[in-house]
Nanobody, 120 residues
Framework: VQLQASGGGLVQPGGSLRLSCAAS????????MGWYRQAPGKQRELVAA???????NYADSVKGRFTISRDNAKNTVYLQMNSLKPEDTDVYYC???????????????WGQGTLVTVSS
C-alpha cells in the first residue's frame, strides 16, 4: 500500500491550498482518513480526520478555515485550507486506516509528508 500526498507549497497569508492524498495498492476497505502536521522538534498533531461515515473532527486552531473530505471511489482524502496563517507552516502528513484483506486487521499507513509554507 502506498499513500501519495500532494498539493503543498508556498502561499501568502490569507491564501488557500488544497492537499490531496491517494491510497493505492492492495486495499480491501478504508476506515478513517486524516491529516496531521509536524514542526521540527515538535510532536505530530492531528489537523483533521474523517470517518467512513463522513463524521469529521478538527483541531481547534483550524476550525472554520480547513475542510476535510474524501472520495471513496478514488481512495483519496483532501484537505482544503483557507485563510492560511504563518503558524500553519508545517509538514503535513496524511494517515489512512485500512484493511488490505477481508481477514486482516485495521492498520494505519502514513504518506510521505508535504510541506506547507505560509509567508509573505
Amino acid at each position: 500500500v502506498q499513500l501519495q500526498a500532494s498539493g503543498g507549497g508556498l502561499v501568502q497569508p490569507g491564501g488557500s491550498l488544497r492537499l490531496s492524498c491517494a491510497a493505492s495498492g492492495s486495499i480491501f476497505s478504508i476506515n478513517a482518513m486524516g491529516w496531521y502536521r509536524q514542526a521540527p522538534g515538535k510532536q505530530r498533531e492531528l489537523v483533521a480526520a474523517i470517518t467512513s461515515g463522513d463524521s469529521t473532527n478538527y483541531a481547534d486552531s483550524v476550525k472554520g478555515r480547513f475542510t476535510i473530505s474524501r472520495d471513496n471511489a478514488k481512495n483519496t482524502v483532501y484537505l482544503q485550507m483557507n485563510s492560511l496563517k504563518p503558524e500553519d507552516t508545517d509538514v503535513y502528513y496524511c494517515n489512512v486506516v485500512l484493511k488490505r484483506y477481508r481477514s486482516s486487521g485495521w492498520i494505519p499507513y502514513w504518506g510521505q509528508g508535504t510541506l506547507v509554507t505560509v509567508s509573505s
